[in-house]
Nanobody, 125 residues
């Protein structure tokens, strides 16, 4: 199984980025997909997840609600994170992850079976 995240970069505050995560080696449509982030010196935190059932079953952390949008394309085996109105506090390495866990477990990193390598997002003030 391989998850490859890309699309990070340097952007000014208020700008936008779109992260993508390409999956291989798994039946993508059977997996819940999550985006986590980890800033220097901080713990890994859940940003958003989308359930295997489709684009109507999503979760966002309060810190990104209304600014970020998660989506998935099962045919392409990809999950996306559209990030708008970026803030300096969004600066982190963003990681995608895959899980077969039930909904209630998806809020913790331990529920995710596979992880990508991460892509760095830097938001300048």
């Amino acid at each position: 199984v391989q998850l490859q995240a890309f699309g990070g970069g340097l952007v000014q505050a208020g700008g936008s980025l779109r992260l993508s995560c390409a999956a291989s080696g798994l039946t993508f449509s059977n997996y819940n997909m999550g985006w986590f982030r980890q800033a220097p010196g901080k713990e890994r935190e859940l940003v958003s997840f989308i359930r295997w059932t489709g684009n109507g079953n999503v979760y966002y952390a309060d810190s990104v609600k209304g600014r970020f949008t998660i989506s998935r394309d099962n045919a392409e085996k990809k999950v996306y994170l559209q990030m708008n109105t970026l803030k300096p506090e969004d600066t982190a390495v963003y990681l995608c992850a895959a899980s077969r866990a039930v909904y209630s477990a998806l809020f913790t990193a331990t529920a995710y079976n596979y992880w990508g390598q991460g892509t760095l997002v830097t938001v300048s003030s």
